[in-house]
């Protein structure tokens, strides 16, 4: 007998995968075709479950790459050599297969539609993921807010998005800020981000910024300490933590 979803409660899903889409040489955006899908709001996740023939199954969490979309979802996995699960999501997926999900999970860090405060976004390698999704919300809501983006990554050869955030640094109200912490492009120096950093390229405390701040669990915890000392209030610093997940 088929068991009845428990409301509440999300059901996994079989999605599909539609295309993929190499952003750098170990990162690529899955595109999804989700059956069922019931949207998402800017900043969400899933969970993803990989399922072996003997039964034996893994589950990670991916933020959300994309805008609100109907049934499409794009989730972007950075390839972590040793790890179990995001190998085989970068490298061995292919369009046609399909992949387990559930969700969209999480209530906390996401952007409100319709919000009117400045959004500062502060990110940490992969962890850009969620916050552009925020980026594309912005832009397909056309929203007149001032968003400004500070993203630490190791190398130029690293960013995650390079070209789309570069476009839509033209055409919309949106201010970069990149830290390169191993290696900088020619005449700029490496970095990590620091109070000076918080000073020249966030928003003043005054102008009663959101504040989303995602990466890993130590650039996390820094970033928002750093901002907290600068004079914004805690409230306003929401944080997703990118650390190992799953079982
Ligand atoms: C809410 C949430 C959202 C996430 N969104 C994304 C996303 O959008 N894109 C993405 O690529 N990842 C994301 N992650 C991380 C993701 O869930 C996995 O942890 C990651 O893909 C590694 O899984 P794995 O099975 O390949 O490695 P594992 O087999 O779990 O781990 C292998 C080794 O890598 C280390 N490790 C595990 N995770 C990380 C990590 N994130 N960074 C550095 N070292 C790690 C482990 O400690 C271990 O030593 C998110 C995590 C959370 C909690």
Redesign the pocket.
Known sequence: MARAAVPGRLSWLVSTLAATREETAS?RTLVLDVPGWRGHQAGQ?VDVKLTAEDGYS?Q????I?SAPDGTRLE??????D??????Y?TEALEPGDPLELRGP??GWFVWPPGSAAPLLLVAG??GV??LMSMIRSHADRKSKVPVRLIYSVRSPADVLYAPELSERARVSPLDLTYLYTRAAPAGQPTGRISANVVAAAAWPPDGKPAIFVCG?SGFVETAADLLVAGGHDPASVKT???????T
Do not use: K
């Not at 990670?60 to 933020?63: A, F, G, N």
């Not at 997703?240 to 799953?246: I, N």
């Open positions: 990162a996740h893994a990670r969490s991916y933020s790459a989730l972007t996995v950075q390839r972590i040793d790890g179990e699960v995001s190998p999501l999970i999480g390698g992969s993921v969620p890993p997703e933590r990118f650390g190992p997940t799953g």
